[in-house]
């Protein structure tokens, strides 16, 4: 049996590209909730912005900052 959510509840769209390898991981855990993979990532996100004091984690610090496209800034 699924878990559904209330009905009328207000949800938007939230797209975004992971490795094949996350979205295997999230299709698996999803299944093991018996909830469908947004689902999941919804009461995914809701626990880590629980854990946070309702922000999520800052993940910059995964982040190598040499493979990141640097921008030109303005001097004075």
Same mark, same amino acid.
Do not use: F, H, W
């Given at each position: 049996?699924?878990?559904?959510?209330? =009905?009328?509840?207000?949800?938007?769209?939230?797209?975004?590209?992971? /490795?094949?390898? +996350?979205?295997?991981?999230?299709?698996?855990? /999803?299944?093991?909730?018996?909830? +469908?993979? /947004?689902?999941?990532?919804?009461? @995914?996100?809701?626990? @880590?912005?629980? =854990?946070?004091?309702?922000? @999520?984690? =800052?993940? +910059?610090? @995964?982040?190598?900052?040499?493979?990141?496209?640097?921008?030109?800034?303005?001097?004075?």
């Amino acid at each position: 049996m699924r878990t559904r959510r209330e =009905d009328n509840a207000p949800t938007v769209l939230l797209q975004g590209r992971v /490795a094949p390898e +996350s979205r295997e991981a999230v299709t698996r855990a /999803a299944k093991t909730s018996r909830m +469908s993979a /947004a689902r999941y990532l919804d009461s @995914l996100i809701t626990v @880590l912005r629980e =854990d946070g004091n309702g922000e @999520l984690p =800052d993940l +910059s610090y @995964l982040l190598d900052m040499d493979k990141q496209e640097q921008l030109p800034v303005d001097k004075p």
